[in-house]
Nanobody, 115 residues
Framework: QVQLVESGGGVVPPGGSLRLSCVGSGFSVSNYPMGWFRQAPGKERELVAS????????NYEDSVKGRFTISRSAARNTVYLQMDSLKPEDTAMYYC????????WGQGTQVTVSP
């Protein structure tokens, strides 16, 4: 059974850091395109960062370039999102997605950036 479980969210002040984790089960996260998305209240869900499969091509949304880093561990079957220099506008629910034969989503983890 394919499942994605996110963790690592929390409340941090502006300029702080968080590392989100997305643990996969039932498949290998290294073999499929994976992505982190976020959705703020009243806004549409948007792609934050993505990593392709074998070639591991990485893409970032413009506002997070230079601050966020996506990576994955085959040994832990986990996709990470390292978030540095956080801003209040980064506040959102963050979701992990895997593109297998169809899309699979995690339940989300809340990130709040506030003084």
């Amino acid at each position: 059974q394919v499942q994605l479980v996110e963790s690592g969210g929390g409340v941090v002040p502006p300029g702080g850091s968080l590392r989100l984790s997305c643990v996969g089960s039932g498949f290998s996260v290294s073999n499929y395109p994976m992505g982190w998305f976020r959705q703020a209240p009243g806004k549409e869900r948007e792609l934050v960062a993505s990593i392709r499969d074998i070639r591991a091509q990485i893409n970032y949304e413009d506002s997070v370039k230079g601050r966020f880093t996506i990576s994955r561990s085959a040994a832990r079957n986990t996709v990470y999102l390292q978030m540095d220099s956080l801003k209040p506008e980064d506040t959102a629910m963050y979701y992990c997605k895997g593109d297998l034969w169809r899309e699979f989503w995690g339940q989300g983890t809340q990130v709040t950036v506030s003084p």
